[in-house]
């Protein structure tokens, strides 16, 4: 087996608030291997865009990572300084952000905030290549080329998305985080963008985490699933091992409200309560307050994250409902 | 962009009329008219009083007046002025106007070019002492009272260190024997810093073609060329003593001048660049790898210009208004001494003529800051 690209292990990032620590990223643990496509699920702010952002260590002022090891291509880039980052960000790791639309800076052409990150990571190549390089770019994301020389507003919503597209794809890194990559589009636009970068990951052999709120988004791209609840990893697994056989229940919930999977298996249809508050995060499980299997020791004590089967794993004291 | 650029230059036609007729007639309204000192000498009779009312027109109704002084002004021509008989008033603006101008421009400019530099690096550097300083700092100078503190300013720096000349425009003892006249010195400076001016501008704009490691060798080249020009024309001419004599003048006044606003312009940029650094852009660029400078310069800081600019060329146009007392401060012979001495001595025309200048100049002020604002935000000028 070949070592993988990213290996998360135990990381655990924290917002310093005026109400005091924000527990956004607990104890996560993932790898990611070359060409392979890592599907981030979980309903809004239980901690995906902090889990990018982590990766990239693009945290706000606020946000710091408490503990846990981020190996990219066999280093470890908590201890790198901002310097060190550089290299890693764009070149090694790149991103397609939350909200698209705002990332590109209205007073640039286009073609020119591509142009920006290969003057950085590509300084050998002179403007005629990286000009190239940008048309070559437009085709693959079936943009016109001559749409470089525009402005972000003069691009629809689904143009400036396959633009970020394209930016992220610029300086040929090894793995993409799309962070909702889709959530702002119709879902037509939605679809045929999904299929096409699955297709150009496939094309580019690159690794990708896809991260969304919506169960069908990731069941569309994933080879393998994460399902996170309120800052940690509840369930780990190969796609069809996430849609067809849930260990954990929040993740058999989360199918249930997924029309195509509906598993027969589960009585969840939709789960009471609210997600809970970072600030004062459940104790033990933290799923235990909307957990129709909860006991005693769900109250108390913290589930290992482990294997239930090779690669499949969960944190969770009653794995399927089974009261043991 | 031509079509918005039309439009406004069309508004500011209009507004241009509508501000003569309202200076017109606000100076109109004033108690007692010019002919004052004539007809009130005692020993005239009611008869003789009534001609000279005829002579200087001063019979006639308001509104023919009116449409005699704008179709004159339409002319070019803006009458003679009283306390500068038999010179028009036209040519005391172009004599004194260039002086105000340069004089406030430059302290504008150097005020928010420090102001924005300032502003920028505080909501880059957020908290701590310096922040704490530069605006406590900044904003006593912003309140301060402006006539006290150029005295201050000229106590300290003129008249006990000696670093500078205590007001006026130029030593005229240095000027004995001159080959010619202060103006034509003066005028030849402007267009020196306006020809420089352009060509560093087409510098910059250029240098953005170039591969990113020769951009930096050509912008230094580009500028030593411009510097080694205007030398080398000065050096020529034989009047480089006496452009050193004007700019030693001007010193004093434009850091007094820079130093009271600054604040403002600090402020502002700091608050819009901190909603700049926000924007998700400004996380793109992080994410892209380039060097912390650039994030701050080309993404966050280039955004947060926009305000500041507008803010910039009103100010442009409002600096004038203080040039009544600064001037008179400096003893700066512009147009702001000149309107105070015209009002005082009564001088219709010439006070006419030196509102008609402060008009002119905020309305260019602000079609400048039109076709700034279009030139730094694409999302206007593509509208
Ligand atoms: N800068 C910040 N300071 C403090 N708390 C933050 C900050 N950014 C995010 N959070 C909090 O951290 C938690 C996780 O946020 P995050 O944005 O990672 O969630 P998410 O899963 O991406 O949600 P969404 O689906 O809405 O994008 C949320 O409770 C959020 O309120
Ligand atoms: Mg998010």
Same mark, same amino acid.
């Given at each position: 087996?070949?070592?993988?690209?990213?290996?998360?292990?135990?990381?655990?990032?924290?917002?310093?608030?005026?109400?005091?620590?924000?527990?956004?990223?607990?104890?996560?643990?993932?790898?990611?291997?070359?060409?392979?496509?890592?599907?981030?699920?979980?309903?809004?702010?239980?901690?995906?865009?902090?889990?990018?952002?982590?990766?990239?260590k693009?945290?706000?002022e606020?946000?710091y990572?408490k503990?846990?090891k981020?190996i990219?291509?066999?280093?470890?880039i908590?201890?790198? +300084?901002?310097?060190?980052?550089?290299?890693?960000?764009?070149?090694?790791?790149?991103?397609?952000?939350?909200?698209?639309?705002?990332?590109?800076?209205?007073?640039y052409?286009?073609?020119?905030?591509?142009?920006?990150?290969?003057?950085?990571?590509?300084?050998?190549? +002179?403007?005629?290549?990286?000009?190239?390089?940008?048309?070559?770019?437009?085709?693959l994301?079936?943009?016109?080329?001559?749409?470089?020389?525009?402005f972000p507003?003069?691009?629809?919503?689904?143009?400036?998305?396959?633009a970020v597209?394209?930016?992220?794809?610029?300086?040929?890194?090894?793995?993409?985080?799309?962070?909702?990559? +889709?959530?702002?589009?119709?879902?037509?636009?939605?679809?045929?963008?999904?299929k096409?970068?699955?297709?150009f990951?496939?094309?580019?052999?690159?690794?990708?985490?896809?991260?969304?709120?919506?169960?069908?988004?990731?069941?569309?791209?994933?080879d393998?699933?994460?399902v996170?609840?309120a800052?940690?990893?509840?369930?780990?697994?190969?796609?069809?091992e996430?849609?067809?056989?849930?260990i954990?229940p929040?993740?058999?919930?989360l199918?249930?409200?997924?029309?195509?999977?509906?598993g027969?298996? +589960?009585?969840?249809?939709?789960?009471?309560?609210?997600?809970?508050?970072?600030l004062?995060?459940?104790?033990g499980c933290?799923?235990?307050?909307?957990?129709?299997?909860?006991?005693?020791?769900?109250?108390e004590?913290?589930p290992?994250?482990?294997?239930?089967?090779?690669g499949?794993?969960?944190?969770?004291?009653?794995?399927?409902?089974?009261?043991? | 962009m031509?079509?918005?650029?039309?439009?406004?230059?069309?508004?500011?036609?209009?507004?241009?009329?509508?501000?003569?007729s309202a200076?017109?007639?606000?100076?109109?309204a004033?108690?007692?008219?010019?002919?004052?000192?004539?007809?009130?000498?005692?020993?005239?009779?009611?008869?003789?009083?009534?001609?000279?009312?005829?002579?200087?027109g001063l019979?006639?109704?308001?509104?023919?007046?009116?449409?005699?002084?704008?179709?004159?002004f339409?002319?070019?021509?803006?009458?003679?002025?009283?306390?500068?008989?038999?010179?028009?008033?036209?040519?005391?603006?172009?004599?004194?106007?260039?002086?105000?101008?340069?004089?406030?421009?430059?302290?504008?400019v150097?005020?928010?070019?420090?102001?924005?530099?300032?502003?920028?690096?505080?909501?880059?550097n957020?908290?701590?002492l310096?922040?704490?300083a530069?605006?406590?700092?900044?904003?006593?100078?912003?309140t301060?009272?402006?006539?006290?503190?150029?005295?201050i300013?000229?106590w300290?720096?003129?008249?006990?260190?000696?670093?500078?000349p205590?007001g006026k425009?130029?030593?005229?003892?240095?000027?004995?024997?001159?080959?010619?006249?202060?103006?034509?010195?003066f005028?030849?400076?402007?267009?020196?810093?306006?020809?420089?001016?352009?060509?560093?501008?087409?510098l910059?704009?250029?240098?953005?073609?170039?591969n990113?490691?020769?951009r930096?060798?050509a912008?230094?080249?580009g500028?030593?060329?411009?510097?080694?020009?205007?030398?080398?024309?000065?050096?020529?001419?034989?009047?480089?003593?006496?452009?050193?004599?004007?700019?030693?003048?001007?010193?004093?006044p434009?850091?007094?001048?820079?130093?009271?606003?600054?604040?403002?312009?600090?402020?502002?940029?700091?608050?819009?660049?901190?909603?700049?650094?926000?924007e998700?852009?400004?996380?793109?660029?992080?994410?892209?790898?380039?060097?912390?400078?650039?994030?701050?310069?080309r993404?966050a800081?280039?955004?947060?210009?926009?305000p500041v600019?507008t803010?910039?060329?009103?100010?442009l146009?409002?600096?004038?208004d203080?040039?009544?007392?600064?001037?008179?401060?400096?003893s700066?012979?512009?147009?702001?001494?000149?309107?105070?001495?015209?009002?005082?001595?009564?001088?219709i025309?010439?006070?006419?003529g030196?509102?008609?200048?402060?008009?002119?100049?905020a309305?260019?002020?602000?079609?400048?800051?039109?076709?700034?604002?279009?030139?730094l935000?694409?999302?206007?000028?593509?509208?």
């Amino acid at each position: 087996m070949t070592e993988p690209l990213l290996q998360v292990e135990n990381l655990t990032m924290h917002y310093t608030t005026r109400a005091g620590e924000l527990s956004a990223v607990d104890n996560v643990s993932f790898s990611l291997k070359k060409g392979e496509a890592l599907g981030l699920v979980g309903e809004s702010g239980c901690g995906k865009t902090s889990v990018a952002l982590t990766v990239l260590k693009l945290l706000p002022e606020n946000g710091y990572i408490k503990e846990g090891k981020i190996i990219v291509n066999g280093k470890d880039i908590v201890p790198y +300084t901002e310097q060190e980052m550089r290299k890693v960000r764009w070149g090694e790791i790149s991103m397609v952000f939350q909200a698209a639309m705002n990332a590109l800076n209205p007073v640039y052409r286009v073609g020119d905030q591509i142009i920006e990150a290969l003057e950085e990571h590509q300084p050998q190549m +002179t403007n005629k290549e990286m000009k190239q390089k940008v048309t070559e770019l437009f085709e693959l994301v079936g943009l016109e080329s001559a749409l470089m020389d525009r402005f972000p507003h003069e691009f629809s919503g689904g143009m400036r998305q396959r633009a970020v597209i394209a930016m992220a794809l610029s300086c040929g890194p090894d793995m993409i985080i799309a962070d909702e990559p +889709t959530t702002a589009l119709d879902v037509i636009v939605q679809d045929s963008l999904l299929k096409e970068m699955r297709e150009f990951q496939d094309q580019l052999g690159m690794a990708m985490i896809y991260i969304s709120h919506d169960v069908g988004v990731i069941a569309e791209v994933s080879d393998r699933v994460g399902v996170m609840y309120a800052g940690r990893l509840a369930e780990m697994g190969t796609a069809e091992e996430i849609f067809h056989d849930p260990i954990h229940p929040y993740t058999m919930a989360l199918m249930s409200s997924f029309p195509s999977t509906v598993g027969e298996k +589960t009585d969840l249809v939709l789960l009471p309560g609210e997600p809970p508050d970072l600030l004062n995060p459940p104790t033990g499980c933290r799923f235990h307050p909307r957990c129709p299997y909860a006991t005693d020791v769900c109250k108390e004590e913290q589930p290992e994250f482990k294997e239930h089967s090779p690669g499949h794993l969960a944190a969770c004291w009653h794995p399927r409902g089974e009261q043991s | 962009m031509r079509g918005y650029l039309f439009k406004r230059l069309a508004q500011i036609v209009i507004t241009f009329f509508l501000f003569l007729s309202a200076i017109f007639f606000l100076v109109d309204a004033q108690p007692g008219d010019y002919g004052n000192v004539f007809y009130s000498n005692p020993r005239l009779t009611p008869e003789q009083r009534q001609q000279l009312k005829a002579n200087l027109g001063l019979d006639q109704p308001t509104w023919v007046r009116y449409t005699k002084w704008m179709s004159s002004f339409l002319q070019g021509d803006l009458g003679i002025s009283f306390s500068n008989y038999p010179r028009p008033v036209i040519d005391v603006i172009a004599e004194r106007a260039p002086r105000t101008i340069v004089l406030f421009m430059s302290a504008t400019v150097v005020s928010f070019y420090f102001g924005f530099m300032a502003g920028k690096l505080l909501a880059w550097n957020r908290g701590g002492l310096v922040e704490y300083a530069s605006t406590i700092g900044g904003v006593s100078l912003y309140t301060v009272f402006t006539p006290w503190f150029a005295l201050i300013m000229i106590w300290v720096f003129a008249f006990r260190l000696g670093w500078f000349p205590i007001g006026k425009f130029i030593e005229p003892t240095a000027w004995i024997g001159a080959p010619t006249e202060v103006n034509d010195v003066f005028i030849r400076l402007i267009f020196t810093a306006l020809i420089a001016s352009v060509l560093l501008f087409t510098l910059l704009v250029s240098v953005g073609r170039l591969n990113t490691n020769q951009r930096r060798p050509a912008t230094w080249i580009g500028m030593a060329v411009i510097a080694a020009g205007a030398l080398i024309y000065w050096l020529n001419t034989g009047l480089g003593v006496y452009a050193l004599d004007i700019l030693w003048h001007l010193t004093l006044p434009i850091i007094t001048l820079a130093l009271i606003s600054f604040a403002g312009s600090m402020l502002l940029t700091r608050n819009s660049m901190l909603e700049t650094l926000r924007e998700d852009y400004v996380l793109a660029a992080r994410a892209k790898g380039i060097s912390e400078k650039a994030i701050r310069d080309r993404h966050a800081a280039r955004n947060a210009m926009l305000p500041v600019v507008t803010s910039f060329v009103f100010s442009l146009a409002f600096a004038i208004d203080g040039g009544v007392i600064t001037e008179t401060v400096f003893s700066w012979p512009g147009m702001g001494r000149t309107l105070l001495t015209a009002a005082n001595a009564e001088d219709i025309p010439m006070v006419l003529g030196a509102l008609v200048f402060t008009g002119t100049l905020a309305l260019t002020a602000h079609l400048v800051a039109d076709i700034l604002y279009a030139y730094l935000d694409p999302r206007i000028r593509y509208a």
